[in-house]
């Protein structure tokens, strides 16, 4: 018998299936997801480091205005999407591009907000996504909404709302939470704790055991996963993908995992950690261990390889055919999209700005 | 039962239930709003009549309330919160500028965000630190937001009806200190929607402009000065933003003087903006700088000392006899 709490409170240690030298660890809680989908995540993965490696290339030539990468996540990154069903909904962050696409949205779209042709490109409700959101945490109380109302419609849909271990500081993290325990709201929280928000380490965010176990203080199961684990991630964020669609409420799941890289490429990580704490981690590699596992189960084919490698190339090659051209911008389109019909000001304001334009071509 | 007389609050009341009748999608939530009614009773007997999914009380938190009315417009829904008083909406602030206002802009058109923030604001209630601020500068500086204030009991009806079908974010206002007036009211009369303002009353020798819990003082103030034998238009702007531009300064030039009446403090204000307005508009028409009469720059008095910011009658004339009627 268990009592409440101890239902509440994470594992003793971050799940891991696969640990870093691709070696399998039975558990007594999760089970190791199907070869299937062991393969199609590798594929994911594969693709979703192509996308962070060349996105920030893009920026270096300019082509980006920034590139937050998740470059070292793209196991948190695959695993969120990959859990969810049609239905559900997704709130990622600025750091998560590759997810946004691994849902299935247009790679280009997804980039709209880093290139600086507008704010958000693609339609939150043709694959259920909402807009990044830059302001830390606030996106998590729109989930519970979201969430909510699929529950007052009788829908079954999960809503994965994701942040970092940064946001689990502001006062919306813990005003999602609590609203979302008390209207038994189907989200899963889902934090990556990559152990920086820019500059300052999680040591200087938090005291608690975890970030998973801030769970029990709003009566949220929580659990936590080795981020840079695909198979123990898609255990774990499956299950509570599962209970929160079965009626039993939020869900916490953090994942320990490690920025790599700088926090942007407008970032100099030099300045607050030394090289020797990163080194550790790319032992850790969310690819390399996958690969190593395939490999030893027989599982890595030539054609898993190969069709691996096609999806990165074509995405990469998408990314810089559709990120090399200039975009067009309207100067319209300022005034139009504020309210469903402009103020008179704006009307006003639009004629002035056409008229600016008009001169200047003259 | 057409004609009534009832007060702004049972107004506001009905409004909210007709429209949670006419309409399954909208939904009531906030703090107290429950078994209590709200703390002003707004929403006494909703959840008794339309039950907990479509009128119930939320955790303690206004940033919360309002994030989660984002969610719930974003799959479908119509919500309607409250902040329990102008001060306490400020919690609340960051998800009301930041995406609130900005979601439709953000994604093209794509999210539009279909719900009202009901805001009890302003002061002359005797009420304590925080509970007093006309709050209202904010919102109308923030582009996204429409932002209204009803200043009869009749409007209280129709603008908070019209707010609920409007297809984006309102900040509504309400006046506090006007809850409990009554007023004959045909509530089935068809009225002016949001962005519309109207002329409260008609006068040929200057113009009042004010909204919410300002206009009755204007009238009243009206009344003293057609008694010393001075005819004053009022206007009444119903709505913040959309701002009737044309309504304000049709008024303004068919009397060339013009007085702003607003409780909230005059620095970088709604009433400041209607100045530059009017004046950059009307400048031809005018006979005297256009005056104001607003709350002093201080943070809102406790309730000892609030006779002292209020703009009053007197205030209002002795501006109206500077309006340099000796040149004309």
Not at chain 1, 323 to 338: Q, W
Request: charged letters at 25%; proline letters at 6%; glycine letters at 8%.
């Amino acid at each position: 018998m268990t009592t409440v709490e101890e239902q509440l409170l994470p594992s003793k240690e971050p799940v891991r299936l696969i640990d870093q030298d691709g070696v399998l660890h039975d558990h007594s809680s999760y089970q190791l997801p199907t070869q299937q989908a062991l393969v199609d995540g590798y594929v994911e993965l594969i693709k979703g480091r192509r996308i962070n490696d060349q996105a920030s290339a893009l920026v270096r030539q300019g082509r980006l205005a920034v590139y937050p990468s998740s470059h070292g996540q793209e196991a948190c990154q695959v695993a969120a999407s990959m859990v969810l069903a049609d239905g559900d909904w997704l709130f990622p962050t600025y750091r998560d591009t590759v997810t946004i696409v691994s849902r299935g949205v247009d790679p280009i779209e997804t980039l709209t907000l880093l290139r600086g042709d507008w704010h958000s490109g693609y339609d939150p409700y043709a694959r259920n996504v909402a807009p990044q959101s830059t302001p830390l945490a606030t996106q998590l109380t729109h989930a519970v909404g979201v969430a909510h109302a699929a529950r007052l419609k009788g829908e079954d849909t999960v809503v994965m709302a994701l942040c970092g271990d940064g946001a689990t500081s502001e006062g919306d993290f813990h005003e999602a939470l609590n609203f979302a325990a008390v209207f038994k709201a189907p989200v899963v929280f889902f934090v990556q704790n990559n152990g920086f928000a820019i500059s300052v380490p999680l040591s200087k965010q938090t005291v608690a055991p975890s970030i998973a176990h801030k769970g029990i203080g709003y009566g949220v199961p929580g659990e936590r996963a080795d981020g840079n684990d695909l198979a123990g991630l898609l255990a774990v964020l499956g299950q509570a993908v599962d209970k929160a669609r079965a009626g039993e409420g939020p869900q916490l799941v953090e994942a320990h995992t490690y920025r790599v890289q700088a926090h942007t490429n407008a970032d100099d990580a030099t300045r607050y950690r030394q090289d020797d704490e990163v080194t550790p981690w790319l032992a850790k590699d969310p690819i390399k261990r996958l690969e190593a596992y395939l490999s030893s189960a027989g599982l890595l084919s030539d054609d898993i390889k190969r069709r691996a490698e096609d999806a990165a190339t074509r995405v990469a090659q998408q990314l810089r055919d559709g990120l090399m051209p200039e975009p067009s911008v309207d100067p319209e389109e300022l005034f139009t999209h504020l309210y469903a019909v402009p103020t008179p000001q704006l009307a006003e304001q639009a004629a002035f700005l056409r008229d600016e334009l008009a001169r200047e071509e003259a | 039962m057409t004609h009534q007389k009832i007060s702004m609050a049972q107004a506001l009341n009905q409004a909210l239930r007709d429209a949670m009748t006419a309409d399954d999608s909208v939904l009531m939530f906030g703090e107290d709003v429950g078994a209590l009614g709200g703390v002003f009773r707004i929403t006494d007997g909703l959840t008794a009549e339309f039950g907990e999914d479509r009128c119930f009380d939320t955790p303690l938190a206004e940033s919360g309330i309002v994030g989660m009315a984002i969610g719930l417009a974003m799959n479908g829904m119509r919500p309607v919160v409250e902040m329990q008083f102008d001060a306490f909406g400020y919690p609340a602030f960051e998800q009301i500028v930041s995406h609130v206002a900005k979601m439709r802009n953000r994604t093209r058109g794509r999210i539009a965000l279909p719900m009202v923030i009901r805001m009890p604001y302003a002061g002359g209630i005797g009420g304590v630190e925080h509970h007093c601020d006309s709050s209202e500068g904010y919102y109308a500086h923030t582009p996204g937001l429409t932002v209204v204030a009803p200043s009869t009991v009749a409007d209280a009806y129709t603008l908070l009806r019209r707010a609920i079908e409007w297809p984006d974010p309102v900040v509504f206002m309400e006046p506090k200190k006007l809850y409990w007036a009554k007023e004959e009211v045909d509530l089935t009369e068809p009225a002016p929607g949001i962005g519309t303002a109207v002329v409260r009353r008609e006068g040929a020798d200057a113009t009042l402009i004010a909204y919410g819990p300002s206009v009755p003082v204007a009238m009243e103030a009206a009344e003293a000065a057609a008694a010393e034998g001075r005819e004053l238009t009022v206007v009444d702007l119903r709505s913040v933003v959309p701002f009737d531009d044309e309504t304000v300064c049709a008024a303004v030039r068919r009397t060339g003087r013009a007085v702003v009446v607003a409780e909230a403090s005059g620095f970088a204000s709604v009433s400041s903006e209607i100045v530059a307005r009017v004046t950059e508009r009307c400048f031809h028409s005018l006979a005297a700088p256009v005056r104001r009469v607003t709350g002093f720059d201080i943070p809102y008095p406790p309730p000892k000392l609030e006779k002292f910011q209020l703009p009053g009658v007197d205030r209002i004339l002795d501006a109206v006899d500077d309006l340099q009627w000796e040149d004309s």
